[in-house]
Structures are given as C-alpha cells and as structure tokens.
C-alpha cells in the first residue's frame, strides 16, 4: 500500500474521526480564523487611513469598527481553541496508542523481540506520544496548512490585478525555499532510525537504573561508574545526531533569510513605484503592502509548514511501517479439546539471515500423552525449541507439523489454546490475584481459580480472589515474592490445563525460585494434574526430570542423547555425567 502524503493525511483524518471528531472541527475553524484574521489585520490600518484622508465618515467608521469586532471574536475563539485542544488531542492520542497496543498484542513474537521490531515500535510509539512529532506534529500542521493555501488564494485574487509580477516572484522564491527545505528535511530524515536506536538504549538504561533489580545490582557490583560511562557514550551519541539535525535546520533558516530579503524587496519597490507614478492612493499602499507582506508570509508559512509536514509524514510512514504489518491469522482450527502431537522434521533456526544457527537439524516428535524432558547447559538451545512449538518462532528451516498438519496451515491462535505454558521470565500485572490467574474470566470462575491458587501451593492472603496485586494501583495491594510470583504463574498454567480444555502443558524453568526437593515434587504435582495430556519439561535439575518418559539432551543447539533416564544411565552419556555431577551436591 503506498504511504505519500495524501495517503498518510487520509489515514490520520479518518481516524481521528473515529477517536475524537471535536479535532477534526478545531482544525476547520482553525483553517477559516488563520485567513481571516491576517487579512482583517491588513485592512484594518488601510480603512483608518482611508477614514483619515475622508474625515472618518460613517461608512468608513462601520467598517473599521466590523474590523475590530471580527479580529475580537476570531481571537476569542482561538483562544478558547487552544484551551481545549490539548484535551481532544489527548482523547485522540489514547485511540492511537491502543490501535497500536492491540496490534504489538497480535504481531508476530520474533518480529516483536528483534532489534528492527523494538526500533520500529520506538519510533511508532514516540510518533504518537510526541506533540511535536508523527500524528500529533501532522494534526498541528493541517490547520495551518489549509489556512495558508486559503489566505494566498484570498489575498493573491486581491493582488493580482495590481501587478502579476509580484505574485510571480512570490510563488518562484516559494517554490525554491520548498525545494531546499524537502532536501534538507531527507537528510534529517537519514538520521531518524539511528536516533530511534540510541532512544530505544537509553530508554533501557534508564528502566535499568529506576527498577528495583537494577538499582539493588548497581550498589552490589559498585557498578555506578562503568554504568555512567555507558550512559554517557549512548548519550553522546544521541546528542551527535540531535546536533547534526539543528544543523540542518540552520541551514534551512539561513536559506530563508535569504530568499524573503529578495522577495521583499521586489515587491516593496513595485509598489512603492506604483504611488510614485499616482496609480494608487496612500491608502491603498498601505493595504497593498499589507496584502504583499501578508501573501510572503503565507508562501513562508506554507513551504515550512509543509517541509515540517514532509517529516511528519515520514514519521507517519514509520507509524504505518509497524501498523500494516501483516498479522493475519487465519488457517484450519484444530477442535477444543483435541488431543496434539507436535512434529518436528528437520528444523533449524536462526534470528537473522546472516545470523549464527541456534538450532540445526531438529528432529522431534511430542506424542498425545507423552511427557519430554529437555535437559542442557545454558544456550542449548532449548527455551528456543519450545518456543518453536509453541509457535512464536517461526523455523528457518524445516517444519512443524501439528497432527500431522503444517503449523503454518493452522489458525496460531486456536493452535496455542491447546498450550498452557509457563517460561523462565515471569510477569505479574497490577491487577486482582484472580484477574492474574484467569484475566477476563476471573470473575465466573472463582472456586476454580481458589484450587488453581492451591495447587500451585500458594496460601494465607493469596487465596483471596478479588485481592489486588502489588501496589502500583492499590496501595493494599500485596507485593509477591520471587517464589510467589512464580507460583502465580503456575496457577495460571493449571487454570487453562484444568478449565480452557489446554492439551500440552509447557514448563520451561518456572520454579527456578524453588530448591530441588520442592521442584521434583512440584513437577510430580503438575504431571499428575496434566494426566493423559502432553507435556514439556525443562529444567536444569535433572532429579526434576527422571521421571519423564523421555529425556532430550542438547548441546550446542543440537539433539546429541534420547532415551528414558534408565537407559541412559546405563550408558557412558552426557546426561549421566551431568546427573552425578549434580547428586554428589544433595548428598
């Protein structure tokens, strides 16, 4: 879909209509006071001469005093404008900020959580949340963009019949200053992905230092200095290309000093010449200056405004870069309820094209019923493959197949229905216990969630649906621990297995605020609880896992061991190694 100006002007339009119309009539009563009111100013000063040269008879007095009742009543209600803009603008911002959350909810994952995704969500974001910028900038610019085009077509009709050469030069000079500035702006334009770049770390780097994990890290690995030279190499760079932009607009200015000197001048000496010559009266000077001077600043307004309004598309086009983004999901459903077996035929993996493999050559295969241990080092790869499963990653190479069925055939959402998965990072939201268990169904299930709390293990105050979770929006509210908060997890894990018909239960190192005991006898509780459904365990302790019907050791990215834990035990293995290592540290 092309993304010109027309097209981008089209789209914000359309919807702002949709969040907040009480905009769209600011900005036409905008386009109407910003033509009048520059003209009633030049005719002002024209009609008190006039008045003065004809002793201020009454016709004269009516005009001048219609005049200044327009100019009071134009002022008035721009005044009241600018009052209440702020509060629609912001009604309008809210609408596109959740057009925006609602489509980041259904993008792609590794789109999402890759380095382009991140800095195209930066600059989709800062295009709705800065005033100056993206869809705010281009709704500041409409209105006086129409006002210019409206006042030079008033103002130009009422001076062309005086000399045509006067609006000759304007419109030439205009056009030369809308040239330079649409070059200047494409260079600014060059430095927008690295400024969304150095934003997205700094960004980083100061949630790092406000959050509480980061601030506790900071003072216990004296980390203040080298974390300030950090913060000072990224800013620096921020402020390099922020530099180089001003440079730019300085640039601009110049070039427009330049071109209105000329402009001026030409028509000043026209008209000047004019009275010289007894063509036109004192009066009419003053208003033909006043026209001219009127006319050069709308040419000046306009090829600014819509140099501006070319980077606010630009802006707008990164906005729309992340918007149109294809996520469609559509596909065969697979029935609620239907038992699954996952496939996977040589699959490989890699985050970029030119990026190193993370996984090669996957070979695996989870049956209905069959319960997986993952089982490696650190970077083997196998948070990776079940997000692979759980189809988050797309395979580079190689395919996934559902019952037989591509996973690129099927509907990914009704597809991760059947999934109830927990993984390392854990998320609570400010929001009810209950609400954290069976989000929008929380209030129709409140006994079930009660068991989901308890078989978790979580007890006491936790076992309170409707009480509210940290303290961010209730000062109340009960703040988790690490342990809990997992715990919180995993009643949501057993509220879907339980209660949404989920047929593959994923957990990958959830528990990792528990010691061994507790694990093992946790994944025993949770095994029991999936009984005849799938599930996938991953877990560092492999004492957690012995119990599983199969055990997949990985290395490198790679399946180098399979079998029970029996008979690889009975083997000189990997996972033998590994799992002695760790007994002699429970002994």
Known sequence: MGKNIWNNTWYVLSKTWRYEKKVLFIIALQTVIGAV?????????????????NRMDSGIT?????????????????????????????????????????KKMKV????VESPEGQN????????????????????????????????????????????VWIVAVLVLTSVLHLFIASKIRRKQDSLREPAADASRKLNYLFRYVSEH?????????????????????????????????????????????????????????????AVFAGK??????????????????????????????????????????????????????????????IELQDVSFRFSEDGPYVLRHINLTLHEGEKIALVGENGAGKSTLVKIMCGLYRPSEGKVLVNGIDLEELKLSGYQQLLAAAFQDTYILPMSIGENVAFG?????????????????????????????????????????????????LARVAFKLLYKNAQVLILDEPTAAMDAVSEKAFYEKYIALSKDRSCILISHRLKSTSFCDSIIVME????????????????????????????????
């Not at 008035?76 to 009604?91: E, P, Q, R």
């Not at 216990?220 to 402020?239: E, G, H, P, S």
């Not at 006491?460 to 509210?477: H, I, Q, V």
């Not at 061991?561 to 760790?582: F, I, N, P, V, W």
Request: with cysteine; net charge negative.
């Open 280 to 341: 036109i009266e004192v009066w009419e000077l003053v208003f033909y200056l006043g026209i001219i001077t009127c006319i050069a600043s709308f040419f000046t307004d306009l090829t600014n405004h819509m140099a501006a309004y070319g980077q606010r598309n630009l802006e707008m086009t990164a906005f729309r870069e992340f918007m149109d983004r294809d996520c469609t999901d559509e596909g065969k459903e697979l029935e609620s309820g239907e038992p699954v077996t």
């Open 37 to 53: 009111v520059p003209l009633a100013g030049v005719a002002l000063p024209a009609l008190v001469v006039n008045g003065i040269s």
């Open 120 to 163: 195209k969500y930066e600059n989709a974001m800062m295009s709705i949340l800065n005033d100056n910028a993206g869809i705010p900038g281009m709704l500041s610019l409409i209105g006086p963009v129409m006002a210019s085009i409206l006042g030079l077509v008033v103002n130009m009709i009422l001076v062309i019949d005086f000399n």
């Open 62 to 102: 009516v005009q001048i005093a219609a005049v200044i009742l327009l100019l009071l009543i134009c002022n008035t209600v721009s005044a009241y404008l600018s009052n209440v803009y702020g509060t629609y603008l912001l009604n309008d911002k809210i609408g596109f900020l959740s057009a925006l959350f609602r």
């Open 556 to 587: 490198k990215g790679e399946i180098i061991e399979r079998g029970t834990h029996e008979s690889l035990m009975k083997e000189d293995t990997r996972y033998k190694a590994m799992y002695e290592l760790q007994s002699g540290y429970y002994q």
């Open 441 to 489: 169904a929380a209030d129709s299930h409140r006994e079930e969630i009660r068991k989901c709390l308890e078989t978790a293990g979580l007890d006491g105050e936790f076992l309170e649906e409707n009480r509210p979770l940290t303290r961010m929006l209730d000062a109340d509210g009960l703040v988790p621990s690490g342990g809990q908060k997992q715990k919180l997890v």
């Open 213 to 273: 994990t980061g601030a506790r890290e900071i003072r216990m690995f004296d980390m203040q200095a080298w974390l300030q030279k950090v913060m000072d190499r990224v800013a620096q760079t921020r402020i390099g290309i922020a530099g180089r932009s001003a440079d730019y607009n300085f640039r601009l200015s110049i070039s427009d000093c330049i071109i209105l000197a000329f402009r001026d001048v030409f028509a000043y000496f026209v008209t000047i010449q």
């Open 108 to 111: 792609d994952y590794a789109y």
